[in-house]
């Protein structure tokens, strides 16, 4: 005997070849942006990716290589995203304020987004109990805006990890998109329990060093050749409807040089086109909201 399936209850299914069609800004049919995440991690405990087999605490060799992100790698980072005039969407811990303000201070004075991502990487919030959780996200809303001068609009959750609550949270603390549902090549507008709704813009799973680097052993020359392809191809793709790419990156992994070389010809690749608009979760979320009133 069958049964219905549990649903979220968030959005209803529609195929990507019927929808309402609209361009970017300027004509164009494809938005780019940077997922760039900054993380900071509990010393002796906690989650975080790893180079190698997880250590008795204190792991002292998973701890120091993620370090090297904020230490090198950011920095090597902000050079290349100088150089090529492309603007960040920056996923923060919030954690970082109190360990290195100084590379947020540096985005900031950039013009960058500041995003939230929770306080540290070393914890999932989708444990925490509801009232714990609010208090997470209007912890990190208020600290980014206290410390950066404007609250920011969108959150990405530390390992996307969500309570069943969690969009409703979101809406009524004031931000207006998500970036923890991969379930899309164009933003999706959310039902919340507020009524407000919460746009959920695309994030990447597969263009996103971490499971390609991390967890499939993919080198750096072809991860970037992976970011090109998957570019190439949505260029075609987008003659038949507007669609969002982002590329998801932590400085631990693609700031170390021989990585920063490959994903510097890659971007290069990208921006050299004059058929996107590289842009920023935000910027995405305020234009399709601005076209759905």
């Not at 299914?13 to 309402?20: D, G, L, N, S």
């Not at 904020?70 to 923060?92: A, S, Y």
């Not at 680097?213 to 970011?227: E, H």
């Not at 086109?273 to 979320?285: A, D, L, Q, R, Y």
Request: aromatic share 12%; proline share 7%.
């Amino acid at each position: 005997m069958t049964r219905p399936l549990k649903d979220h209850g968030r959005y209803d299914y529609t195929p990507i070849h019927k929808r309402p069609d609209y361009s970017f800004p300027g004509g164009k049919r494809l938005a780019v942006y940077l997922g760039f995440n900054l993380e900071h991690f509990d010393f002796g405990e906690g989650l975080g990716a790893r180079i190698g087999p997880e250590s008795p605490q204190p792991d002292v060799s998973n701890y120091a290589w993620r370090d090297y992100g904020n230490r090198v790698g950011v920095w090597r980072l902000l050079e290349l995203f100088d150089q090529l005039k492309v603007p960040v969407g920056v996923l923060t811990n919030t954690a970082l304020y109190d360990y290195c303000p100084e590379v947020l201070e540096a985005f900031v004075a950039r013009g960058d987004e500041i995003i939230g991502h929770g306080h540290t990487n070393s914890d999932r919030q989708g444990t925490m109990p509801e009232a714990k959780e609010r208090e997470l996200i209007e912890y990190c809303r208020d600290r980014i805006a206290k410390e950066s001068g404007t609250a920011p609009k969108g959150w990405l959750s530390p390992w996307l990890s969500e309570s069943f609550t969690t969009p409703d949270l979101m809406a009524e603390a004031g931000y207006t998109y998500t970036l923890n549902w991969c379930i899309d090549d164009q933003p999706v507008k959310f039902r919340t329990r507020n009524g407000k709704g919460l746009w959920c813009i695309p994030y990447p799973q597969e263009v996103n060093d971490i499971p390609m680097i991390v967890a499939r052993q993919m080198d750096g020359r072809d991860f970037a050749d992976l970011v090109i392809d998957n570019f190439d191809e949505m260029v075609v793709q987008s003659k038949a409807q507007p669609l969002v790419m982002g590329i998801a990156l932590h400085p631990y992994l693609v700031g170390q040089p021989y990585r920063l070389r490959h994903l510097r010809r890659a971007l290069e690749h990208i921006m050299t086109s004059n058929k996107v608009w590289f842009t920023t979760p935000g910027e995405i979320c305020t234009y399709v909201d601005g076209l759905a009133r």
